[in-house]
């Protein structure tokens, strides 16, 4: 029994900023990475940014260093820190959380989504 829930979305101006939450909780033995996705209408989902449970960072080019992903290990949560935001980074953002189960078995297990709007 796992949850991914995400929050933190909603409506800002082009230049804004906006932070995104994730937490796992249920039956978890351990983590291997969390990271955030989004998708448009009419899109494939992509990645954004993702984060190892040691720290290991990837982004997406389009970031273009406007983003910063962070975690807590602790508590099982990771952040998205959305600076500078454009009109092309309106979407449904995902989290995805890549983790075993107490019962042994390692899955990706994906949040309800959280909508970004990015709107003048």
């Known amino acids: 029994q796992v949850q991914v829930v995400e929050s933190g979305g909603g409506l800002v101006q082009p230049g804004g900023s906006l932070r995104l939450s994730c937490a796992a909780s249920g039956l978890i033995l351990s983590i291997n990475a969390m990271g955030w996705y989004r998708q448009a209408p009419g899109r494939e989902r992509e990645l954004v940014a993702q984060i190892s449970s040691g720290g290991t960072t990837n982004y997406a080019d389009f970031v273009r260093g406007r983003y910063t992903i962070s975690r807590d290990n602790a508590k099982n949560t990771v952040h998205l820190q959305m600076n500078n935001l454009k009109t092309g980074d309106a979407a449904v953002y995902y989290c995805?959380?890549?983790?075993?189960?107490?019962?042994?078995?390692?899955?990706?297990?994906w949040g309800q989504g959280t909508q970004v709007t990015v709107s003048s």
């Open positions: 995805n959380v890549d983790l075993v189960t107490h019962w042994g078995r390692r899955n990706d297990y």
